[in-house]
């Protein structure tokens, strides 16, 4: 859209007109500008509680299978992206790497093997992890 300020009658007034009906700067107009309307937000969209995520990692953690091995390290990378887990260290044994992981409200220790993911496969499992703790925990 466009938008303009013209001077009415010693008064400076802004007008607003749509990208099709724009013909150029009205006379009188003081300056004029361009700009993009943005597009409404997505009605709907949800965001992940962290808290309610760290459970489903606690969850997880207890007995976790080999495909859920990933998704755990994924989660465990998502909730040290929100601050809700923090990364103490890592340690390396028998050519496998360890996160040592704690929770930032006093959860106990954790520590995830490195799956040593590629980046499109852990937006995948990101993706997986979303439809799946929505559809769990609605």
Do not use: C
């Not at 607003?16 to 724009?22: I, Q």
């Not at 992940?48 to 760290?54: G, K, R």
């Not at 050519?95 to 929770?103: D, E, H, K, M, W």
């Amino acid at each position: 859209m466009h938008s303009v300020i013209v001077d009415q009658n010693g008064h400076l007034t802004r007008l607003d007109f749509a990208e099709e009906a724009w013909t150029g700067p009205p006379e009188g107009a003081v300056g004029d500008w361009k700009l993009q309307v943005p597009e409404p937000a997505a009605q709907g969209a949800r965001k992940i509680d962290p808290d309610a995520m760290m459970q489903y990692f606690e969850q997880l953690y207890e007995n976790p299978n080999q495909v859920q091995e990933k998704f755990l390290y994924v989660l465990a990378l998502f909730l040290v992206q929100k601050r809700r887990l923090k990364l103490d260290g890592s340690r390396d044994e028998d050519q496998t790497s360890y996160l040592q992981l704690s929770g930032t409200h006093g959860e106990g220790n954790f520590e995830i093997r490195d799956q040593n993911l590629e980046e499109s496969e852990i937006e995948a499992l990101q993706q997986q992890l979303n439809t799946q703790f929505l559809e769990e925990w609605e």
